[in-house]
């Protein structure tokens, strides 16, 4: 079974509009933490967003957060006030306590802002 | 600012050759991953290693090896280079960590990879 499932493989979104990239996760640890990495054409991964599977609130960073849903299994990845430089590939991943240092990432969204 | 580089950005082989992929990070990093990159399947981890000498299978090991006789230097090797071996090639680096699950994975720009 996919521990990282990512269903919009693409998503149109107007410049400055907000817009909720999917992610859910599967796993039976109970720690573990949640990232979402950015994949912009010239390929470099960029870290975003961390959510920790204890922490009590959900994440953010600027015009990023993370709605994480634990009892679903759900971190979506939001993105407020879209900006064309927002474009790029966008990936949720899990590292689970008991598997270490690796990560698990899902098949990734494509998003594409719409000036 | 920790930085992981590779050595080739682009890289276009043919069948049967030897191809050797080259990573190095800066910022004294026990951890080194080396993944691929596929549409719809987003990154697969092939091997890692987290210390020198030491590697570990990821979850596609199959026609490739590694090599990390240097802390800061991990290579890829695909010893006989097949079609179905053209891909993106990440590499990434992470340090020991007292809370392992919050580290996040510091990467390089990739290689884009054709096997003709």
């Known amino acids: 079974a996919q521990k990282i499932t990512q269903t919009q493989p693409g998503m149109f979104v107007q410049e400055k509009e907000a817009v909720t990239l999917d992610c859910t996760y599967d796993?039976?640890?109970?720690?573990?933490?949640l990232f979402w990495y950015k994949q912009p054409s010239s390929g470099e991964m960029i870290f975003l967003i961390y959510?920790?599977?204890?922490?009590?609130q959900n994440a953010t960073e600027g015009r990023y957060s993370l709605n994480f849903q634990k009892a679903r299994k759900s971190a979506n990845l939001v993105i407020s006030a879209s900006q064309l430089g927002d474009s790029a590939m966008y990936f949720c991943?899990?590292?689970?306590?008991?598997?270490?240092?690796?990560?698990?990432f899902g098949g990734g969204t494509r998003l594409m802002v719409k000036p | 600012d920790v930085k992981v580089t590779q050595s080739s950005r682009y890289l276009v082989k043919r069948t049967g050759e030897k191809v050797f992929l080259e990573c190095v990070q800066d910022m004294d990093h026990e951890n080194m991953f080396w993944y691929r990159q596929d549409p719809g399947l987003g990154l697969r981890l092939i091997y890692f290693?987290?210390?020198?000498?030491?590697?570990e299978k990821g979850d596609i090991p199959e026609g490739y090896s590694v090599s990390r006789e240097k802390k800061e230097r991990f290579s890829l090797i695909l010893e006989s280079a097949s079609t179905n071996q053209t891909s993106m090639y990440l590499c990434a680096s992470s340090p020991v960590s007292d809370r392992p699950n919050k580290e996040t994975q510091y990467f390089g720009p990739g290689t884009r990879l054709l096997v003709l």
């Open positions: 290693s987290y210390d020198v000498k030491m590697k």
């Open positions: 796993t039976s640890d109970p720690s573990y933490g």
């Open positions: 959510q920790g599977s204890y922490d009590q």
């Open positions: 991943a899990m590292r689970e306590d008991n598997a270490g240092n690796m990560l698990t």
